[in-house]
């Protein structure tokens, strides 16, 4: 009994061994089993992540390989911005310098123009100027030799009396003594001898003078017996018939020319009485000067040949003077043309300024641009790439990298 029993117990004891072996060996089992399961979690965990890594260094290849694309992308972008500067540069300095050699051109032909202008006006002027110092010794000439001329006839046997012992006579020689003074002192187209006028009457001479005061006549008269009988009165009651009838004479002259030779709206309001003597000239003015007087009431003015002389000259200042102004208009278009030649001048002037400053301002803001392209191309050569692989989180996500300022 206690042998079975003690067999029971061994053998229970047996089964408890082999339970336990079993029971060691389903557990070694299951922990093979879980052990092999979780290496194959962990096998199957660890390969997305070798994936991304793998995944994560072709990513780092390609942005290693785009930006020494882009780097070497700016740097030719660099190169062609500094040729096209360098181009744009020149192409403006040419500009410019054409600009510039044309605007001098332009200017140059202007001034040479100008000068030629003005180099042909003062040798027209010097010119004239020439000729009429020419035509006014060649005048002086003839007067002296006029003048031996009259000192050879001055010997003469025959007297002023014999020769002019007529009034025809002495008309023709008052005439010719008059035409000769006013054709040394005028020109040929100044003056008119015998000229007639619209009441009939014919002129001795007429100077056309322009308005105001307008043509003027100018008549000879000689009062030759009042003028001997002067000379020859021997008593007080001789020179004052003498004196009487002079000045009959010469206001007869007077009223003659005023009332003739005086037109209104044809010729001057006054006229000129010429008297071919000196000596009768002399007389009037020393003992005669209430008909003078009388004579500048009518606007008759009394002239000797000298005198005569003195005031033809003024009459020639007169035209010249008139046919200046005559020229006045057309020196006035000149001057407009010159001015405006001038403010076209001053508004190229003006563009070619502001030209300066717009191409100015351009290369400054070249200058700019370039200064920017070369500041990125500096970051950009200046990146670290290591930096890439820091950027990895160990979770398997990938950390996007900064951009760099733009």
């Known amino acids: 009994m206690d042998s079975m029993e003690e067999a029971i117990a061994a053998m229970d004891q047996v089964g408890t061994l082999v339970l336990m072996a079993g029971g060691f060996a389903a557990l070694l089992i299951l922990l093979l089993f879980l052990s092999m ?8 965990a660890v390969a997305p992540l070798a994936q991304q890594m793998e995944y994560l260094g072709q990513s780092v290849q390609q942005l290693r390989g785009g930006l020494q694309h882009v780097s070497d992308m700016q740097a030719n ?36 123009e100008m000068q030629e202008r003005m180099q042909e006006s003062l040798h027209g002027s010097a010119k004239r100027t020439v000729t009429s110092l020419t035509q006014l010794q060649e005048r002086l000439a003839t007067i002296d030799k006029a003048q031996d001329n009259i000192t050879k006839l001055s010997g003469d046997v025959l007297s002023l009396q014999d020769i002019l012992s007529n009034k025809q006579t002495r008309g023709a020689f008052g005439e010719i003594q008059l035409n000769d003074i006013v054709s040394k002192a005028l020109p040929a187209d100044a003056y008119t001898l015998q000229a007639t006028l619209s009441n009939g009457k014919r002129a001795d001479c007429l100077v056309h003078l322009p308005n105001p005061p307008g043509p003027i006549v100018i008549d000879s008269k000689f ?16 020179l004052a018939y003498a004196a009487r009838q002079m000045k009959t004479a010469l206001r007869a002259h007077i009223r003659a020319i005023s009332e003739k030779y005086i037109i209104e709206g044809e010729t001057a309001d006054g006229a000129i ?37 003195a005031t033809l000259n003024t009459m020639r200042a007169i035209l010249k003077d008139a046919r200046m102004r005559e020229q006045a208009g057309a020196i006035r278009s000149e001057l407009g043309l010159l001015h405006r030649d001038v403010e076209r001048l001053g508004e190229r002037v003006g563009n070619l300024d502001r030209h300066f400053a717009q191409a100015a301002k351009d290369v400054a803001e070249i200058k700019i641009s370039a200064d920017k392209a070369g500041r990125r191309a500096q970051r950009l050569d200046n990146f670290d790439f290591e930096e890439i692989d820091q950027g990895a989180d160990p979770t398997g996500t990938v950390v996007p990298l900064e951009h760099p300022e733009r």
């Not at 399961?37 to 199957?44: I, K, V």
């Not at 009062?223 to 001789?238: G, I, K």
């Not at 007389?283 to 009431?297: C, D, K, P, Q």
């Open 273 to 309: 009485l010429f008297l071919p003597s000196e000596a009768v000239y002399a007389e009037l003015h020393a003992n005669f000067t209430g008909v003078v007087r009388e004579g500048f009431a009518a606007k008759v003015w009394i002239v000797s040949p000298t005198t005569c002389m």
């Open 77 to 112: 972008a660099q190169v062609q911005m500094v040729q096209t500067v360098e181009a744009r540069l020149t192409d403006v300095q040419q500009h410019m310098n054409d600009r510039l050699a044309d605007n001098a051109l332009r200017q140059a032909r202007a001034m040479a």
């Open 37 to 44: 399961r979780a290496s194959a979690r962990a096998a199957s």
């Open 223 to 238: 009062p030759l017996e009042p003028y001997e009988a002067l000379r020859r009165a021997e008593t007080q009651d001789e």
